[in-house]
Nanobody
Framework: QVQLLESGGGSVQAGGALRLSCTVS???????MAWYRQAPGKQRELVAA???????NVADSLNGRITISRDNRRNRVYLQMNSLEPEDTAVYYC????????WGPGTQVTVSS
């Protein structure tokens, strides 16, 4: 079974930055990948996506603060988050963009004001 493992979360103050990593236990080069997040009491939402050709799309509310990237040789996907806001507090997950794998444990991001 393919596994996803997210890491890099933590507790930061508003204005801080974090770089999240996701390691996938299978080759990702053919797949569009994405990061999602789920805040307490809210539904999981798409944060950013990157195609298998490395074209990128970021949610409008996060544009300018977030960069998604991928390393196909290491089967990893990254999310660089800058100028973090308390509203960014959530558990962050990675997955394929269109055909989901079983979700990983996610990584908690907590932003304090």
């Amino acid at each position: 079974q393919v596994q996803l493992l997210e890491s890099g979360g933590g507790s930061v103050q508003a204005g801080g930055a974090l770089r999240l990593s996701c390691t996938v236990s299978e080759s990702i080069f053919r797949y569009h990948m994405a990061w999602y997040r789920q805040a307490p009491g809210k539904q999981r939402e798409l944060v950013a996506a990157i195609t298998n050709g490395s074209r990128k799309n970021v949610a409008d509310s996060l544009n300018g603060r977030i960069t998604i990237s991928r390393d196909n040789r290491r089967n990893r996907v990254y999310l660089q988050m800058n100028s973090l806001e308390p509203e960014d507090t959530a558990v962050y997950y990675c997955n394929r963009y269109d055909t989901f794998l079983p979700w990983g444990p996610g990584t908690q991001v907590t932003v304090s004001s």
